[in-house]
């Protein structure tokens, strides 16, 4: 790595102490040797394995459960259906009023997806708690289905989620959220060339070496320590006690270091019911993921489809830009809603453009929940983005580099969601990668600065 | 049929924090008896080391040695509110409150100095060794140690400080969706040079270039790690990853790790990091959230890189072999 310190040397003064030293990381030694603790190597007598029953429909109706035979099996202390849980119907956004609840902790006479859980057995050991999960039986009444964020948007498509009443999230701005800036159409009609490319991409697994879990050990005076890779300490627990309806007194939760997050840790999963558990039984709990279920149950980045509609003149200035994106949430918000607007927020990217409209969707359809990850909202954005300049400097004959210099957003230029540009640095960055990259541009560019005026 | 050359450029910038939710985070700083420093937070260190960035970033605001620190994380028993290790949130909102609680508690460490040497505490200044000096008159001067000792037994004094760091959440407006979604930006620009053989449309990054800007290196060593961890993470969205192939159709999702690709150390491209500084206005010490962004920029620059190659696009992601085929195949039929 090389710090080019070259660049804005007059906004910044290199006067410290501590900060800017490459010190060795103090938990490095715990790591490479083996010694830091992660929640995972908590171990209490009498603890108690939970294993999930999951759904192997994408879209069905609970007709009955019955687990008199798991609960024979030899090992098994506990087995939790939905009406065990207090508060079952909840989303983890309700805290900063973004709602309906709309999803359950166990599933409550329907299922919307391949994987969601329905019956939580506790047992002794994990063997125990797998084998006694393989003997609860579930009569299902298998419902249509729809996988594809276009069929889902249609008026006739399955309804994914009753409690959002249609297949899309209804932002206070409508079906979508939305950024008007200029005459977008104005633009269109002024422009050289007019180009609309579609862009997708498929969900995408935080993978991290640690698999989501908690271990939870009933305290003698009442509270519960809920020992969780949570990337989130009080996001969960507020969570938590709103779903147990526990006064968030009784709940103690410690993190630490946490084997990769990504995202991937934000939603609020595995500790409710974990300690729901641990209340019941009286006992220890602990409920970690196995790799599949870290893969294929546990909510993966969102998949996207980015529509962008440019107009650019010849001489590659673009004067208009419509953006309409969809972000596929699968069944449950989670985090999505979020995210779809985030990417509103986002668009057009780090160039000034005079006319834009964004338009972002949340869809829901019968998949695993797609929630936050490294990027949320802006990587495949960016992705979509970064393809169509390219393509927009090859359709009007200029080197994409320089396409980009001559759009560039510089301090002071007003965004499409209303902000003066601050603090900009897009123009350098490109300088400094034409020169170690050996993409030669025009002096012209290299002349150009973010901040200071007539450059 | 033949291996092909071509490279890709992309840039892009990435908002810090999440606004649009309101982001608050405190921190509580304290010394003990003998003049080491506690902070303590409730946010998760990840594995990127945030405790190690909040350890210099109180031990600069106070002044003493990053060793004379140390930093406890994520215990809601004791660790004051944080709205969560995310949105390339941790080291600017923490950071921040450490910098206010650092401040409060090294006020009061000056004062009580000022009492030990009986001059005025705004007289003082520390030299980042552990010692208080009089500005001027270096000679006179008392260790952090006994600077603690004496608040602590002594003149009463507590060495502590409460730090909150907030943006207020902003609500977009319904009709024009004018909203404030960050207080500052990192930015990148990515340049990836790559071979595609067109027989088995098997692609590969040779280099990436990428640039990075930042706001502030807090620590050098750190910034490298993350960065070159995502400058590969986006290569791997680029051209591997998914759990679901062939989606919308939800068959063939990989369960571990034999099935869902990802590059494995002979897969990586020769990576190349340049770091730039414009410090933010809000940042501590200038800082930006660079964590989520320097994952991006390498995939469009792939995707660029490969039209550049062999002349089609692939507008859909994960970029495998067979998609790259089928473009081929297309392009030959026309």
């Known amino acids: ?455 | 049929m033949a291996i092909r050359r071509g490279r890709g450029v992309a840039a892009i910038n990435y908002p810090t924090g999440m606004n649009l939710g309101g982001d608050p985070t405190q921190a509580l700083v304290h010394s003990t008896p003998t003049g080491n420093f506690m902070v303590t937070l409730s946010s998760v260190d990840l594995g990127q080391g945030m405790k190690q960035i909040m350890a210099q970033i109180c031990a600069e605001t106070i002044g003493v040695p990053t060793d004379r620190v140390v930093v406890d994380t994520a215990d809601t028993d004791t660790g004051p509110h944080c709205m969560g290790t995310f949105a390339s949130r941790g080291t600017h909102r923490a950071g921040n409150a450490v910098i206010q609680a650092a401040r409060e508690a090294r006020q009061v460490m000056l004062e009580v100095a000022a009492e030990e040497l009986e001059v005025n505490a705004s007289d003082l200044e520390t030299d980042g060794q552990g010692n208080i000096l009089v500005k001027g008159a270096p000679q006179k001067s008392i260790s952090i140690f006994d600077v603690a000792l004496s608040a602590h037994f002594k003149r009463g004094r507590s060495i502590s400080g409460r730090g909150m760091f907030l943006i207020p959440r902003s609500y977009p407006e319904k009709e024009t969706g004018a909203m404030k979604p960050s207080t500052c930006y990192a930015h990148a620009c990515t340049v990836a040079e790559v071979e595609v053989d067109d027989e088995t449309g098997e692609v590969t990054v040779l280099t990436v270039k990428n640039v990075f800007e930042i706001g502030r290196a807090l620590n050098p060593k750190m910034v490298e790690q993350q960065l070159v961890g995502g400058s590969w993470m986006g290569i791997s969205h680029a051209l591997y990853e998914t759990t679901e192939p062939y989606y919308p159709n939800r068959d063939h999702g990989g369960t571990d790790f034999n099935q869902y690709l990802m590059p494995g150390p002979g897969d990586l491209a020769e990576t190349e990091i340049i770091v730039l500084e414009r410090p933010s206005a809000d940042g501590p010490y200038g800082a930006k959230g660079p964590g989520e962004m320097c994952a991006n920029p390498q995939i469009p620059a792939v995707a660029n890189a490969v039209f550049d190659a062999v002349g089609v696009r692939i507008d859909t992601l994960p970029i495998t072999p067979e998609r790259v085929l089928r473009a081929l195949k297309a392009q030959a039929a026309n």
């Open chain 1, 1 to 455: 790595m090389e710090l080019r310190k070259n660049y804005f040397a007059d906004l910044r003064k290199d006067d410290l102490h501590e900060i800017g030293q490459p010190r060795p990381r103090s938990d490095s030694p715990g790591h490479v040797t083996g010694k830091t603790a992660f929640f995972a190597d908590r171990n209490f007598p009498g603890m108690l394995h939970l294993k999930m029953v999951r759904s192997p429909h994408h879209h069905a109706r609970i007709r009955s459960i019955d687990t008199s035979e798991a609960e024979k099996h030899p090992g098994v202390v506990k087995i939790l259906t939905a009406k065990d849980v207090p508060h079952n119907v909840y989303t983890i956004l309700i805290l900063i009023q973004i709602g309906p609840e709309d999803e359950t902790v166990l599933a409550d006479g329907k299922v919307r997806w391949k994987g969601e859980a329905v019956v939580a057995v506790l047992a002794e050991t994990e063997r125990a708690a797998q084998e006694a999960a393989a003997k609860v039986k579930v009569d299902y009444e298998v419902l249509p289905a729809v996988f594809d964020m276009e069929e889902a948007l249609k008026p006739d498509a399955p309804l994914v989620n009753e409690y959002h009443g249609q297949n899309y999230y209804l932002y206070d701005s409508g079906e979508c959220r939305k950024v008007r800036f200029g005459d977008v159409e104005a633009g269109f009609a002024g422009a050289d060339h007019i180009l609309e490319q579609s862009y997708q991409s498929s969900p995408i697994e935080h993978a991290p070496t640690e698999t989501t879990g908690c271990v939870v050990a009933p305290e003698g005076n009442d509270r519960f320590t809920c020992y969780t890779n949570t990337q989130a300490m009080f996001f969960t627990l507020d969570n938590t006690s709103i779903i147990l309806q526990m006064p968030g007194s009784k709940l103690h939760f410690v993190g630490g270091t946490v084997g990769g997050g990504f995202g991937g840790k934000v939603d609020v999963i595995v500790e409710p019911i974990a300690i729901l558990g641990a209340k019941l039984t009286g006992r220890p709990v602990c409920f970690i993921y196995s790799r599949e279920e870290e893969m294929q149950i546990s909510s993966p980045r969102a998949a996207e489809k980015v529509v962008i509609k440019d107009g650019v003149m010849k001489d590659g200035r673009i004067v208009a830009r419509k953006v309409t994106g969809y972000t596929d949430a699968g069944a449950y918000s989670r985090h999505s809603p979020y995210g779809a607007q985030k990417g509103a927020g986002h668009y057009p990217g780090p160039y000034t453009i005079p006319n834009v409209w964004i338009d972002t969707y949340c869809v829901y359809t019968n998949r695993t929940p797609s929630s936050a990850m490294r990027g949320f909202g802006v990587t495949i954005g960016d992705f979509a983005l970064e393809v169509q300049m390219d393509k927009l400097a090859r359709l009007i004959g200029m080197d994409p580099l320089e396409f980009r210099f001559i759009n560039a957003y510089r301090d002071g230029d007003m965004k499409a969601h209303r902000q003066p540009t601050e603090g900009a640095a897009l123009i350098e960055c490109m300088q400094e990668a034409s020169r170690a990259a050996n993409w030669p541009v025009a002096e012209k560019y290299l002349a150009m600065s973010s901040y200071v005026k007539g450059a």
